[in-house]
């Protein structure tokens, strides 16, 4: 690239600094007049590096941009988007989604790049959110429809029982009883993350790991190896401690349960590793930063018929798996303002719980 004489960013753009897509601002001849810090951060070099030079030779096709901006600048297009690659150096070229738009002043154009994993992510997260809050409407009314009747069976059931002298018919209604009963336990399970209050407190993340890391060890002494991946930095924040211990312990021990093979053969492993992200949107919201914990195994990963769906509730890969601990972990966690992703093939499998930080 030829780099011109840098210039100096003017005020009114810095406030770009505080958003998470990647935004500059270029004069009509495509030259860089800014560039927001997350473009910085994209591309690896500073803006005073990047200001005064043609834009276009950021791209790998530089004569789309050149058009693009003419277009704008000619008002052929008020808007325009398009998709491009950005380079970042020695890595690989970052495909993004590019919009431009004239500023509110004559010869700049504003141009917006949206990273296309992050646009995906975006979009998922917007599907998990939706599905939560169908989820929680089709729960609470599913549980009042069963729990009802299911009252109703369980005390004809005890009634009949006492009417009745033959051993064996003794027999079956103890089994409508017991079956009541397991039912009933099911839907309190289901409506338990609606009922209980958010207890809010100081939270360390790495106290709730270790609290999990003692249950699992607990339950596999011997045949599991829990791996600890700490990033001393992370702050305390505001959360709901034995909820955050109920989501990662539910993954973990998904997590364990299919180790089963590695576990036969010795190589079983997982491992928590923490980190802190910057300039995160969780949910439509900008969050400064972000704790990013990650529960990564060496199973088989997730079946694809799965993967799409391992969230809804009462969907299980295990026979005996009731499919509910996945779903209260996302509830959980989106209690918390954050949001649970999965990234799965075989020989690692990785949850993330991104929770936003103070």
């Known amino acids: 690239m030829a780099f011109g004489k840098p210039a100096a960013p003017a005020r009114r753009f810095q406030p770009f600094d505080l958003l998470a897509t990647l935004v500059a601002v270029v004069r009509a001849d495509g030259r860089l007049l800014f560039a927001n810090s997350a473009l910085e951060d994209a591309m690896g070099t500073s803006r005073r590096t990047l200001e005064g030079s043609p834009f276009g030779a950021c791209f790998l096709e530089p004569g789309v941009l050149t058009t693009a901006i003419e277009g704008v600048r000619d008002n052929d297009f008020a808007t325009l988007r398009y998709e491009a690659f950005l380079r970042r150096g020695a890595q ?41 809050q169908a989820n929680k409407e089709l729960i609470r009314n599913l549980a009042h429809e069963i729990k009802n009747p299911l009252g109703g069976i ?7 029982q006492m009417e009745v002298q033959a051993r064996d018919l003794i027999e079956y209604t103890q089994v409508i009883i017991h079956e ?29 790991i270790e609290r999990v890391r003692s249950v699992l060890l607990a339950e596999f002494p011997h045949d599991l190896e829990i791996e600890r991946d700490f990033d001393p930095s992370i702050p ?84 005996s798996g009731t499919g509910l601990g996945l779903t209260l972990a996302q509830t959980f966690v989106q209690q918390h303002h954050g949001v649970i992703e999965c990234d799965s093939q075989p020989g690692r499998t990785d949850f993330k719980i991104v929770i936003p930080l103070p």
Do not use: C
């Not at 738009?101 to 599907?127: C, N, W, Y």
């Not at 209980?196 to 790495?206: A, C, K, L, S, T």
């Open 92 to 132: 690989e070229p970052l495909p993004v989604q590019v919009t431009l738009a004239q500023t509110d002043r004559k010869g700049e154009i504003l141009i917006e790049m949206s990273p296309q994993e992050q646009q995906v992510r975006h979009d998922r997260e917007e599907r998990l959110l939706g599905l939560a």
């Open 154 to 160: 369980r005390g004809a059931a005890q009634l009949l």
């Open 180 to 208: 009541a009963d397991r039912l009933q336990t099911l839907v309190d399970r289901l409506l338990a993350p609606h009922r209980r209050p958010h207890v809010v407190g100081d939270v360390n993340i790495h106290e709730v």
């Open 236 to 319: 305390e924040f505001r959360g709901d401690r034995e909820q955050l211990i109920q989501a990662t312990l539910n993954i973990a021990h998904n997590a364990a349960q299919a180790l089963a093979e590695r576990r036969e053969a010795g190589d079983a492993k997982i491992t928590f590793r923490t980190r802190v992200v910057r300039k995160v949107i969780l949910n439509k919201q900008w969050w400064r930063l972000a704790l990013e914990l990650h529960v990564i195994d060496n199973g088989p990963g997730v079946p694809d018929d799965l993967k799409d769906r391992i969230f809804y509730p009462l969907v299980s890969g295990r026979e």
